[in-house]
């Protein structure tokens, strides 16, 4: 059956770090996304994200990388278990290598090393691939496709040593692109999306007597993704936020677009500065979002305020939080 939003809803028994915000049309959990036990099973249609750096620039919150793994794996099972299923989450994801110029200071006192690269993507892969044989019940979590998000006009200064001096010993590339995982739970019934709809209030406003009707009004412009059908996507990276780690909304657009339909509910447990949240309203989805405020430390309650600002959480003639 179609999911009820009004089904998620904070848990009494669980501190926040912030007043929770909701609203008709989308709700934000300032907490950690390992536990969502505020979203019932399978009630997600599509999980849209992009986990934290290993090191959060400035801070070191694992004690290893294999521990942030350990942590990135309860988050995958937890975003598994609140997964439609025949639906898809997609996870932006890009190496990261510690940083002399970021990470010099915070390493101090730990085993990690200066310019030690870790291959992050390939290592969400096996851990999607570990959570299908361990912890997937009725559903295989299925690997779909990699989508590679070239980010037009970017540079990352690795090539800086091998341009001014010319050997070839010295090589590096500029990173440019990221990958973004996409991982399907069960297989997908289109009869069954349609039945769903069909009987469901949230579409009561819509005829969807027959499949056909019902395809029509789920059809997008072709043209308008022609730049997408491939699996390379070229969109600018963003450059003005207050995120460290920011993504352009371009991406979440894209992305809903292409693996949601209007008036579903859409997920971003690595909430960061409510991007996904932004293209879910301007696409007419509905939209849950977790943020642990880790990133933010002493400009947590700034970050809150822009938070607000930025999905309309401040305007007057919206409902006040709960």
Not at 168 to 197: H, M, N, S
Request: charged share 30%; proline share 6%.
């Amino acid at each position: 059956m179609e999911p009820d939003f009004n089904d998620i809803r904070p848990v009494d028994s669980k501190e926040y770090k912030a007043d929770n915000i909701q609203r008709d049309d989308y709700k934000i959990f300032f907490t950690s996304c390992e536990d969502m036990s505020e979203i019932p099973d399978n009630s997600v249609h599509l999980h849209f994200t992009s986990p934290p750096y290993f090191l959060m620039r400035g801070t070191v919150p694992y004690n290893s990388y294999s521990e942030y793994l350990v942590t990135m794996y309860d988050i995958l099972k937890e975003m598994y278990r609140t997964l439609k299923p025949g639906r898809e989450m997609l996870i932006n994801l890009s190496d990261y290598q510690i940083s002399a110029q970021l990470d010099q200071e915070i390493i101090k006192g730990t085993d990690l090393k200066l310019g030690e690269k870790y291959d992050v993507p390939s290592h969400f892969s096996y851990l999607l691939y570990k959570l299908n044989n361990e912890y997937a019940d009725h559903y295989d979590l299925k690997y779909r496709d990699t989508i590679i998000w070239r980010k037009s006009g970017s540079t990352s200064q690795r090539a800086g040593t091998f341009v001014s001096s010319g050997n070839p010993l010295k090589y590096a590339p500029e990173e440019v692109t990221e990958r973004i995982l996409v991982f399907q739970k069960g297989e997908k019934d289109y009869e069954r999306i349609w039945k769903e709809k069909r009987n469901s209030d949230v579409y009561s406003d819509l005829d969807f007597s027959t499949y056909d009707e019902f395809e029509e009004w789920a059809s997008i412009d072709v043209e308008s993704m022609r730049p997408y059908i491939q699996n390379v996507w070229d969109i600018q990276p963003e450059t003005q936020s207050d995120h460290p780690a920011p993504f352009p909304i371009e991406l979440p657009k894209v992305a809903l677009q292409l693996y949601s339909l209007p008036r579903e509910i859409v997920c971003d447990v690595f909430l960061g500065s409510a991007t996904t949240i932004a293209a879910s309203q301007d696409l007419n989805r509905r939209a849950v979002g977790y943020e642990n405020l880790e990133a933010e430390s002493d400009d947590t309650p700034e970050f809150v305020e822009m938070i607000k600002n930025r999905t309309g959480a401040n305007n007057s003639t919206l409902d006040s939080f709960q």
